[in-house]
Nanobody, 118 residues
Framework: QVQLVESGGGSVQAGGSLRLSCTAP????????MDWYRQAAGKQREWVST???????LYADSVKGRFSISKDKANDTVYLQMLSLKPEDTAMYYC????????????WGQGTQVTVSS
């Protein structure tokens, strides 16, 4: 039932910006939050940001102050606005619902690639 579709990635120069989108039909009505993760080549997947059902947001130290997570409840879409991008932000970005046991999918979406050139 759960669908995870990430989009908005691309290739930008350091200092540039991108806005990623994640669409997961039904996650809002199911009282689920949404997380963003990223995985750089040769490294483990790491947590980037979370938005809770009530709107509370959390960020990894590495992106705090530069990234902003938000959601559009009507469209079951979560966004990740990324500003002042750095080469170390280069990774495949994934979204994943969470907050309750029934929210967690048993698979990952295709992800969207972000490449930042110096």
């Amino acid at each position: 039932q759960v669908q995870l579709v990430e989009s908005g990635g691309g290739s930008v120069q350091a200092g540039g910006s991108l806005r990623l989108s994640c669409t997961a039909p039904g996650f809002t009505s199911s009282m689920c939050g949404m997380d963003w993760y990223r995985q750089a080549a040769g490294k483990q997947r790491e947590w980037v940001s979370t938005i809770r059902t009530g709107g509370t947001t959390l960020y990894a130290d590495s992106v705090k102050g530069r990234f902003s997570i938000s959601k559009d409840k009507a469209n079951d879409t979560v966004y990740l606005q990324m500003l002042s991008l750095k080469p170390e932000d280069t990774a495949m970005y994934y979204c994943q619902p969470g907050g309750s046991s029934w929210c967690i999918a048993n698979y990952w979406g295709q992800g969207t690639q972000v490449t930042v050139s110096s």
